[in-house]
């Protein structure tokens, strides 16, 4: 690459949580960054800090439409992540991120550009193996209440190793497990984000089920470098490579941690187990661990301080309608 030459790194998605860390990360790195976003759950606020910078464009735009720009590397995170986010509006869910993929890989293909693709752990559905490996084929409702989700992200896989398969696209799949931090929506009813504004507020903890169901949490800057290091890997690596952090947790636990760390007064309260929750979710990580020469640093009590410094922040009266940190 010619010397003094920054590479132009199109993030879709780049509004959202994630989106917006992978920003500034790929700013800091000296790359030109176009986020795309529609700003269906991301926000103005998440990248307002970013704005002056004259290395970073957005671009308001619906990947569910073609998109003709001239890039070099593209990460495609746009899809909403939430359970109710994505319930909202299944067909828009599935839709966004079936043709969304059909059209990022049609852009990478005319640009003949590396493409990252945000899959999830929901590609196991409700696992049956324990932890999951990527052999794993999931367990998946094709037909309830998370399928448009699920359903979607294990159709977009399908179609990025069919366009490497077909067209000889240079494709990078990470198959991202629960990821929290700085930067969360307050109001997406996912649980880090929900038991820290409960507990901030001395507000009930809400426990779905028994609060015996697992879940392991990354830290959101563990989780970006994964990402990182997964697209630098040579062409013929194309995963799907599991990024997440092993350690497990019961809901429970998760609850009786951030009471403890917040010094709420807060008391737990058990409510009905959404249909299709998955029992248990715990990465196996030995490829990542092999190939990306990584494995997460952050422990769960580190991440949820950073957290919960965030949103003590963001429920301040005085910070309220200003996400940007
Ligand atoms: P998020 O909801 O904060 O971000 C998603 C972003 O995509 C938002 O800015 C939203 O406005 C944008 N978007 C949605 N539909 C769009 C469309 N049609 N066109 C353009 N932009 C659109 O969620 P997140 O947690 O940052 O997740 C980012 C990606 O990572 C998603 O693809 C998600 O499926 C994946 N992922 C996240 C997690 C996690 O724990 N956070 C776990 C697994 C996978
Ligand atoms: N596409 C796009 N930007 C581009 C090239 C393609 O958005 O720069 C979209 C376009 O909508 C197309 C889709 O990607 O339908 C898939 O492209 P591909 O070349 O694979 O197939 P096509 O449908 O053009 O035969
Ligand atoms: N959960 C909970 N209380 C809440 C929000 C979520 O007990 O207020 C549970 C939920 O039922 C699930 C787990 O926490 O078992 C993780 O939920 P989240 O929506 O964060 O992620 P996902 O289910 O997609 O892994």
């Known amino acids: 690459m010619a010397r003094g030459y920054r590479k132009r790194v199109l993030v879709t998605g780049g509004a959202g949580f994630l989106g917006s860390h992978l920003c500034e990360r790929l700013l800091s790195d000296g790359c030109d960054v176009l986020c795309v976003d529609n700003f269906y759950t991301g926000t103005k606020d998440n990248i307002a800090r970013l704005l002056p910078n004259p290395h970073f464009e957005v671009m308001r735009h619906d990947v569910t439409f073609p998109l003709y720009v001239e890039v070099d590397e593209i990460y495609n995170l746009a899809c909403p992540a939430s359970p109710i986010h994505y319930q909202h509006d299944p067909v828009q869910t599935t839709k966004t991120s079936v043709h969304g ?29 324990h932890p999951q490996p990527e052999s794993y084929w999931g367990n998946v409702n094709p037909i309830g209440p998370r399928s448009c989700y699920d359903e979607g992200k294990r159709c977009a896989e399908t179609l990025f190793f069919d366009y490497y398969h077909q067209h000889g696209l240079r494709i990078k799949v990470g198959r991202i497990f629960n990821t929290y931090g ?12 929900n038991f820290i504004v409960q507990a901030l507020q001395n507000q009930p903890i809400t426990l779905y089920g028994d609060g015996n169901q697992s879940r392991s ?33 019961t809901i429970r636990e998760l609850a009786e941690i951030v009471i403890e760390l917040t010094g709420s007064r807060s008391e737990l309260i058990f409510l009905p187990l959404p249909s299709d929750d998955p029992r248990q979710r715990q990465p196996d ?41």
């Open 101 to 129: 993929a059909i059209n990022m890989l049609g852009l990478a293909k005319r640009l003949k550009a590396k493409i990252f693709q945000a899959s999830t752990s929901e590609v196991y559905g409700d696992p049956t193996v």
């Open 217 to 249: 949490f990354c830290y959101v800057d563990d989780l970006i470098e994964a990402i990182i290091r997964l697209m630098a890997t040579p062409d013929d690596f194309t995963g799907p490579v599991n990024l997440g952090n092993p350690d497990e947790f």
């Open 285 to 325: 990580i030995t490829l990542a661990n092999e190939i990306l020469d990584w494995r997460p640093t952050t422990n769960l009590r580190a991440g949820l301080l950073r957290t919960i410094d965030y949103f003590s922040w963001l429920l301040q009266p005085e910070t309220a309608g200003n996400t940007s940190i």
């Open 182 to 193: 700085p930067r969360m929506h307050p109001n997406d009813g996912r649980v880090v984000s």
